[in-house]
């Protein structure tokens, strides 16, 4: 957040225990300008905004970010993409996500490529994008977070659960289809028949 508003990396780090906001202008190719208006939740606080069954409806993207040399803070933004993965499919307020593996320029955890390649593509979103606030190397992340947003339909996470739900409805409604076409063919016929008999 400190580098999209223009602050300089700072060595010491406070963690931050309310919300945060920050808004900029992102440049797009073209020249395009885009207002980003970011909302910082903090971890603890993500369970407190799904206990609204609309809490998702204004969020355009929501964009995880874990500390890429620890394994616990990635094991934790996965427990909150799936808790938002869920939750946007329980309500049909599904929002696209992000992840951003922050601190690129520390080693990653035993695990991490493999761990995140196959998060992202059992959930069918793009790979965790690396960044690094002390080499000012952020990857296009403000960019990236705007195209997501405008093209929601190709970061929305989906879980085991919702796939399966999808699955069950698309047989229950191939079903119908065939029902409602036997039916159909049914009737013809008993309509053709008593057209021939009343001839």
Same mark, same amino acid.
């Given at each position: 957040?400190?580098? *999209?508003?223009? $602050?300089?990396?700072?060595?010491?780090?406070?963690?931050?225990?309310?919300?945060?906001?920050?808004?900029?202008?992102?440049?797009?190719?073209?020249?395009?300008?885009?207002?980003? *208006?970011? &909302?910082?939740?903090?971890?603890?606080?993500?369970? @407190? &905004?799904?206990?609204?069954?609309e809490s998702l #409806?204004?969020?355009?993207?929501?964009?995880?970010?874990? /500390?890429? =040399?620890?394994?616990?803070?990635? @094991?934790? #933004?996965?427990?909150?993409?799936?808790?938002?993965?869920? /939750?946007?499919?329980?309500?049909?307020?599904?929002?696209?996500?992000?992840?951003?593996?922050?601190? /690129?320029?520390?080693?990653?955890?035993?695990?991490?490529?493999?761990?995140?390649?196959?998060?992202?593509?059992?959930?069918?979103?793009?790979?965790?994008?690396?960044?690094?606030? @002390?080499?000012?190397? *952020?990857?296009?992340?403000?960019?990236?977070?705007?195209n997501a947003a405008?093209?929601?339909?190709? %970061?929305?996470?989906?879980?085991? #659960?919702?796939?399966? $739900?999808?699955?069950?409805? $698309?047989?229950?409604?191939? %079903?119908?289809?065939?029902? =409602?076409?036997?039916?159909? *063919?049914?009737?013809?016929?008993?309509?053709?028949? $008593?057209?021939?008999?009343?001839?």
């Open positions: 957040m400190n580098s *999209f508003l223009g $602050r300089p990396y700072l060595d010491s780090y406070s963690p931050t225990a309310d919300d945060q906001y920050a808004v900029n202008v992102v440049e797009l190719p073209g020249g395009i300008k885009k207002t980003l *208006f970011l &909302l910082e939740i903090h971890e603890d606080g993500v369970s @407190k &905004l799904l206990s609204s069954k #409806a204004p969020c355009d993207i929501a964009v995880f970010v874990y /500390d890429s =040399s620890d394994e616990s803070s990635w @094991k934790r #933004a996965t427990e909150l993409l799936m808790d938002v993965a869920g /939750d946007g499919e329980d309500t049909s307020y599904e929002v696209p996500c992000l992840i951003v593996a922050a601190k /690129d320029d520390l080693d990653s955890f035993p695990m991490a490529i493999q761990n995140s390649t196959r998060v992202s593509q059992d959930m069918g979103i793009e790979a965790p994008i690396p960044i690094s606030s @002390k080499l000012s190397d *952020f990857n296009n992340i403000f960019r990236r977070i705007v405008e093209h929601p339909h190709l %970061s929305i996470p989906e879980t085991e #659960a919702g796939r399966s $739900r999808k699955q069950y409805h $698309r047989l229950i409604n191939q %079903s119908l289809m065939v029902v =409602s076409a036997i039916v159909g *063919f049914a009737a013809y016929h008993v309509y053709a028949a $008593r057209k021939n008999a009343s001839s």
